[in-house]
């Protein structure tokens, strides 16, 4: 069963960090690209970053470039995102997803399978 778990949410305060997971199981995630994308209450999904399964090419939204690193492991079938330098507009619930990557990375429709969120809440 193709699953994918994404932990290491929790609340910081603003300027701290927090190291997000993706872990995949029942299939292979060095053949995909992988996305990670986040949602506030009432606001439409964001792409935030992406990293691609050939090159290794990674892609960030301007609103977290610098601050944010996305990261994977191969060996332990796992995606990070290290998250430095928090605010409080970064609260969401952040996803991981596979997908193609590319120049259309930052759109969810062209991600399959997600995993179910991990809640990030930046506040003092």
């Known amino acids: 069963q193709v699953q994918l778990v994404e932990s290491g949410g929790g609340l910081v305060q603003p300027g701290g960090s927090l190291r997000l997971s993706c872990a995949a199981s029942?299939?292979?995630?060095?053949?995909?690209?992988i996305g990670w994308f986040r949602q506030a209450p009432g606001k439409e999904r964001e792409g935030v970053s992406c990293i691609s399964s050939s090159d290794g090419s990674t892609y960030y939204a301007d609103s977290v470039k610098g601050r944010f690193t996305i990261s994977r492991d191969n060996a332990k079938n796992t995606v990070y995102l290290q998250m430095n330098s928090l605010k409080p507009e970064d609260t969401a619930v952040y996803y991981c997803a596979t997908g193609t990557g590319g120049s259309s990375w930052y759109l969810p429709e062209e991600y399959d399978y997600w995993g179910q969120g991990t809640q990030v809440t930046v506040s003092s």
């Open positions: 029942g299939f292979t995630l060095d053949y995909y690209a």
